[in-house]
């Protein structure tokens, strides 16, 4: 059974915080994504990786950092976390062009900065 | 720029009843997909179906269907016969072979008993 796990199911940071959030796949997938998702605004990509060390931004990049050291992990970290990155955190994997648009999703992290 | 619409933000049916969640795409590409996802209470997106620009016939799994016209860029989803199972937040989702994926706003099904 294919799997995408995330650290932490709930997590409180306060202002100003570094906060890392890890994400794991055993799927061995090249592709892997983080996304926050806010009510009425769907999810918006933050960043994605197409393969080791590799990573673009997406919708929403700012104050936000990623980091892919191996295949199967892929972390997202907040610099200095503020209140408005109060959201949750989704994590998603998918093969590279053969299965295109076809993502894998961990059961995300609630993060609430005070 | 592409974008997704869904402008259902709630529904609520009572079971069995039939529902059909709507979808508005835009795009200037020729080349591309359509996807739904399902986000029960649990919180993990589910992938439900991919459909490339070029086949617009209509897909039927078991209670849901989807309609896909690309004269009026809209990718809709029917589910017949509805159950509580059913009740989720539903994403309609656009991507283009790069595998970036483009989401929409989703809708909040709640089917009641």
């Known amino acids: 059974d294919v799997k995408v796990t995330q650290s932490s199911r709930y997590l409180v940071k306060r202002t100003g915080e570094k906060v890392f959030l890890e994400c794991v796949q055993d799927?061995?997938?090249?592709?892997m994504f983080w996304y926050r998702q806010d009510p009425g605004l769907g999810l918006r990509l933050i960043y994605f990786?197409?393969?080791?060390?590799?990573?673009e931004k997406g919708d929403i990049p700012e104050g936000y950092s990623v980091s892919r050291e191996k295949k199967e992990r892929f972390s997202l970290i907040l610099e200095s976390a503020s209140t408005n990155q109060t959201s949750m955190y989704l994590c998603?994997?998918?093969?590279?062009?053969?299965?295109?648009?076809?993502?894998?999703f961990g059961p995300g992290t609630r993060l609430t900065v005070t | 720029a592409q974008k997704v619409t869904q402008a259902q933000t709630e529904i609520s049916v009572v079971e069995k009843e039939d529902v059909t969640l709507d979808c508005v795409y835009e795009?200037?590409?020729?080349?591309?997909?359509l996807f739904w996802y399902k986000q029960p209470p649990s919180g993990e997106l589910v992938f439900l179906i991919r459909?490339?620009?070029?086949?617009?016939q209509n897909e039927i799994s078991g209670r849901y269907s989807w309609n896909f016209q690309k004269s009026t860029s809209s990718f809709n989803f029917t589910i017949t016969a509805s159950q509580v199972v059913d009740s989720a937040v539903y994403f309609c989702?656009?991507?283009?072979?790069?595998?970036?994926?483009?989401f929409g706003p989703g809708t909040s099904l709640s089917v009641i008993p």
């Open positions: 998603a994997s998918s093969l590279r062009g053969t299965d295109i648009g076809k993502q894998y």
């Open positions: 799927m061995d997938h090249e592709n």
């Open positions: 990786s197409y393969d080791v060390k590799m990573k």
């Open positions: 795009t200037r590409d020729t080349t591309y997909y």
């Open positions: 459909r490339n620009s070029f086949d617009e």
């Open positions: 989702a656009w991507g283009t072979s790069y595998d970036k994926v483009i």
